[in-house]
C-alpha cells in the first residue's frame, strides 16, 4: 500500500497518562519513535498531513478498556474525547524500503509472510506505567548484507533506526528463531545471520501491560499512511 | 606512538607500474586506501605534513628487488630513484582509536598483542601486475558493539571504512580463527562474533607476489607518522 510515503502505528491515550507515554517514547526511540503528535482533544496532526483527521483516515481501530477490547470502529468520532492525545509511531517499512533499494532482499516478503518478532530479555527503560520487554524484528541476511543494512538503517533513526542485535539469538532471550512471538518463522541460510531490529509492537505491548481505562489503536495491518515521503525521514 | 595522530604503511614503486598501483588502489579502497602520494621522483607528500621527507621520515625502511630483501636502511636518500613515486596507506590504528573513545574494547591492545590478521578467500579486483586475496584484520565484540562498530568506521573510509565481514570467518575461508597468517590470535568470548575489516597488510601481500623489480616499504611496526589528526579523517 501506498508506497514511498511514511505510514505509522496509532496509539490514542487520556491526556492523564500521555505525558508518561512520551517520557516513555523519549527514553526508548529506537522501539517506539515518535513521528507525529497531537495536542490533547485536537485530532488533526498537520505535520504527517496537512488535512489529516485522525478520528477517519484510518481503515479500522481498536478501542480499548482496562486492556479489553470493546470495539473494532471503521472511524472513531462517537468515541473521540477532549482529552485524548495521538500518537502516530514511525514503522519498519519505510527502513525495509530503503534496503530493498539497495537491493538486499526482505525474505518475509519474499515468501509473503509478515516479519517475524520476538519477545527479547531487552528491557525497555520504564515511565510511569509503561515498562515491559523490547520487542524485535528479524531480518535474515548474508554479513556483507548485514553491515550495509547497519549503515542504511542508520540513516532513519525516526524508523527504529540501527540494529538492536545481530548474530546470537539466545544472548537476546530468543529460545527458538523459528518460532516467533508475533508474524512467521522465516529460514536463515547457512551463509546467513539474523539482525534484529526494535519493533514498534513494543509500545503496544507495553500500552497492553499498563491497561489503561480507555485507549485506541490502529485495527492490525491498517496503519495510518502519511503525505510524508520515506526518503525524507533520511538524516543523511 | 603519537596517539592522535594519523600513521600510514609505505609503498614506493617505479613510476612504470605505479599507475597501475594507483589503479589497483582506485578498485580496492577498503584494503587499500591511499591517503598520500609523491610526483615522481619528488620526496615531498606536504598532504601528510609540511617539512616531510618521505627518505629520511620513517625510522626504518626494506628496500626491495625482485620479490627480495636487500637492505633495511634508516633511510633511503643514496637509494632514491627520479622515478620513484610514493604511496601513504592509510591504517587501522586511526579508526581503532575512535573505537575505543566509544569505550569498545580491542581485545589486542589489551592483551598486548598484535592484531590477528587472516588471508581471506575474498579476492581484490586486480589491475596490471596487482592480484591477489584480500587480507582482513580481526576485532572480537559484543553483537551491540559490532553494530556501532560498523556505524562508528563508516565514518573513516579513508582508513579501510566498515567492516568487510561480521560473523561467520568460514565464509571468507578462514579455517582456524585462532590461528592467523600474521599478528596474535585473540580469545573470542561466547557473548561475542569475530568482526573483520580489510587491512593494510593486503597491499604489502599484493606487492611481493607482483615482486617488482625495484620497491621499498616501511620496516614492519615503523609506519610513517603525519601531521594529520586522526579525527580529521572522518566524513561526518
Redesign the interface.
Known sequence: MAPGFVQGNLAILPKAIAGDFLRFAQLNPKPCPIIGTSAPGDWRIPELGEDLDIRTDIPRYRVWKNGEIVAEPENIKDVWRDDLVAFVIGCSFSFEEALMADGIEMRHIKLNKTVPMFRTSIETKPAGPFHGPMVTSMRPMT??N??RA??IT?RFPSVHG???????PE?IGIKDIMKPEWGDGVPIGD?E?PVFWACGVTPQSVIMTAKPDFCITHYPGTMLVTDRKNTEFAI?
Open positions: 554479513p556483507a548485514a553491515i547497519v549503515q542508520t540501527a540494529p538492536v542485535h545481530i548474530g546470537k544472548m551463509d545471520i543523511m
